[in-house]
Nanobody
């Protein structure tokens, strides 16, 4: 089993920055890829950024390209999401997810483990 705990959410003004962290524990050696999803009220949970554990394959949703960066600290078993130039439409609950396969995918049902989510609110 793998446990994921997100942190770093909060309230920020438009144009500001936040860094989310996702700390993994348990059988972390089994993790092949990790992603960040987000879900706004009344909307689907969609992928924002994804990366395999080695970091040589990443994916970004078009809406965040050039503004968000996913990164890893393998020694700390932690994945980060650096979010810059935040917009009100980035407001959502952000979830960290992990899957056993190293293949990066945007399919929500392909992920085996989920964190509890952290709220990000961007004010205009």
């Amino acid at each position: 089993q793998v446990q994921l705990v997100e942190s770093g959410g909060g309230l920020v003004q438009a144009g500001g920055s936040l860094r989310l962290s996702c700390a993994a524990s348990g059988r972390t050696s089994s993790i092949g890829a990790m992603s960040w999803f987000r879900q706004a009220p009344g909307k689907e949970r969609d992928v924002v950024a994804a990366s395999n554990w080695s970091g040589d394959n990443t994916y970004y949703a078009d809406s965040v390209k050039g503004r968000f960066t996913i990164s890893r600290d393998n020694a700390k078993n932690t994945v980060y999401l650096q979010m810059n130039s935040l917009k009100p439409e980035d407001t959502a609950v952000y979830y960290c997810a992990a899957r056993l396969s190293m293949v990066v995918t945007t399919t929500r049902t392909s992920y085996n483990y989920w964190g509890q989510g952290t709220q990000v609110t961007v004010s205009s």
